[in-house]
């Protein structure tokens, strides 16, 4: 099995600055796409960042000039910093990995962190 640990989020004033961290773990595994999606209350999820094991990167447009996504292919981790927040980014953030287990395809989510930014 693949398991991802997400760490980082909590609440935070506007203005402010948070780093989101995911590690995933396990064996027989390889990671394609690293990256963090959100989900606020009553919307569907959607696409906060990803990145590739190339170090291409894909950002929503919602959070586009304000976010940066990075990862470490060494030890399977992927870092997002978020800066500037306002209350709208307020949702459950979910690591989400892609790639291969034991040859089949991996798709593989973490249990979400909560991010509150109070206004």
């Known amino acids: 099995q693949v398991h991802l640990v997400e760490s980082g989020g909590g609440l935070v004033q506007a203005g402010g600055s948070l780093r989101l961290s995911c590690a995933a773990s396990g064996s027989m595994f390889s990671v394609y796409v690293m990256g963090w999606y959100r989900q606020a209350a009553g919307k569907q999820r959607e696409l906060v960042a990803a990145i590739t094991s190339g170090g291409s990167t894909n950002y929503g447009d919602s959070v586009k000039g304000r976010i940066n996504i990075s990862r470490d292919n060494a030890r399977n981790t992927v870092t997002l910093r978020m800066n500037s927040l306002n209350p709208e980014v307020t949702a459950v953030y979910y690591c989400?990995?892609?790639?291969?287990?034991?040859?089949?395809?991996?798709?593989?989510w973490g249990q979400g962190t909560q991010i509150t930014v109070s206004s």
């Open positions: 989400n990995i892609l790639g291969h287990w034991l040859g089949t395809p991996l798709n593989a």
